[in-house]
């Protein structure tokens, strides 16, 4: 008999559920405010509770508690949430699916990576665009912590980063070296040394990346290793913000070779020859092995595995002079 009913609840919980429903469900609880949910949908608040309540009534179990006069989600907000997550993928990726079979240069990829491949990504694209008009690219350049949440969120086509996941459910392919060096101003009294000992370096003050971040873990793994620590004076979350911080005088700072075009062959900065640099690592593709890869994001991949070995022999490594 309960099985019965059960039967009859999940029907009538098929049949009254609709993608509108998740739809605001999802947006409340991301901003954990239905008057926030209602500006970004373009509805109005009321009209938003009226769908929540609708929901509840269907599932018959709360979906949001208030705490401290915040909604929060309920554990069974919580799996709804799941839920949707898994349902709007399916759609994604067959909305993508849908395009790629009538067309394999027609679709949309989305890409996260770190954000010093911004100054490189335009060149390294500067082919595959006009190659593949109707192919479009969405990127996100953030920081790596960040794409790392993107990555269990299963958000992106690709991730591209140094340091994935030890996860047997990613497919990593080795992309393109990214040397780090130490910088200074070009009027520094190390400039032109011939070998500067990490010991020496360790009485400047530094200007460093944000703790997480890509270049940060690669300058603590190195200096665990030689058991030195580097006197931080600034911490900044951006390249951009690391190199003016250099220009004002304020300290040194650890940066990618990729990101110091202009300021080198202006002469406003100088690489410095440190003890164990330039610090190379290795960026990589990674996808979900249980993520649907289409024709495009196929050819994208493709593409940019022969580019990184069609540049392997420069690097796109600038000159200091």
Known sequence: MNNYLDLIHRDS???SLSLEHLRIFEAAARHKSFTRAAAELYTTQP????HIKQLTETIGTPLFEYVDN???????????LIIYKEIFQCLRDFDTKLIDLKDIEQGQLKVSAVRTLKYI?????QSFCPQH???R???EFTNHEEILTRMQENMDDFYILT???????FEINPFLDNSLVVVAPSNHLLVNQAYISLERLAKEKFIMREKGSENRIAVDTLLAQHDTKLPVKLEVNSNRGAKQAVLCGL?????SIYTLNPELQQNQLSILNVEGFPLVQKWQIISLKNRWISPAASTFLKYMLQESVANRDDNFLLSAG
């Open 137 to 139: 690219i969405a990127f």
């Open 47 to 50: 009209s938003v509770s009226r």
């Open 163 to 169: 340091y994935p996941p030890k996860k047997d459910d």
């Open 121 to 125: 990504m335009p060149r390294l694209l």
């Open 13 to 15: 919980l098929l049949n």
């Open 70 to 80: 915040r909604i929060q989600l309920t554990p069974t907000g919580e799996e709804i």
């Open 133 to 135: 008009p109707h192919i």
């Open 251 to 255: 300290g040194l700072a650890v940066l």
